[in-house]
């Protein structure tokens, strides 16, 4: 990916921050959300000239995370673009109900089936659930999106089962 795309992504999401900052007097939750759905835009657009291999290994988005971070030093790893990339593919240009904070709409992203996605969403809102109540509720579905599990090769000798003191 070449530099270019790499500056504009970080100059997009270096106006949206600016952005973030200028409107602390309104609803900070508004804000976050919009700012997240933004950000996450940015990154979708830019990884649409983004090589398999660069995709693939996540160095475009690190990149990107580096520079963010040099510049505004928190809050921009590669974990949270990341989000906000999932967050914009899931809610696009889709309502948002304010009622819920980014942390809730996150964990409400990693939901592969649609319908349970809005049915906890409702609910969330109605029951004035906390992101710990979502989370819970969330892991008893069993439809958060998991990362494959790694299967780990059990050591093989003599030595193996010898405690290291």
């Not at 921050?17 to 939750?29: D, G």
């Not at 030093?73 to 899931?90: H, I, T």
Request: aromatic share 10%; glycine share 4%; proline share 1%.
């Amino acid at each position: 990916m070449n530099r270019e795309k790499i500056n504009q992504a970080f100059n997009g999401i270096l106006k949206v921050y600016e952005e973030i900052r200028s409107q602390s007097s309104l609803n900070k939750n508004t804000v976050v959300l919009e700012a997240n759905r933004e950000i996450g835009r940015i990154l979708k657009n830019v990884e649409k000239d983004v090589t398999v291999e660069e995709r693939m290994s996540g160095s475009w988005m690190k990149a990107i995370s580096v520079q963010l971070q040099k510049h505004l030093k928190k809050g921009f790893s590669e974990r949270n673009l990341f989000y906000a990339q999932k967050f914009y593919e899931v809610y696009g240009k889709s309502e948002l109900d304010h009622r819920l904070s980014w942390s809730h709409y996150r964990k409400l992203a990693s939901i592969l089936d649609e319908k349970l996605r809005e049915k906890l969403t409702k609910t969330a809102i109605q029951k004035g659930w906390s992101e710990r109540d979502l989370v819970s509720k969330v892991k008893e579905t069993g439809q958060q999106r998991k990362s494959p599990e790694l299967k780990w090769k059990r050591p093989e000798g003599l030595l193996w089962h010898y405690k290291i003191k």
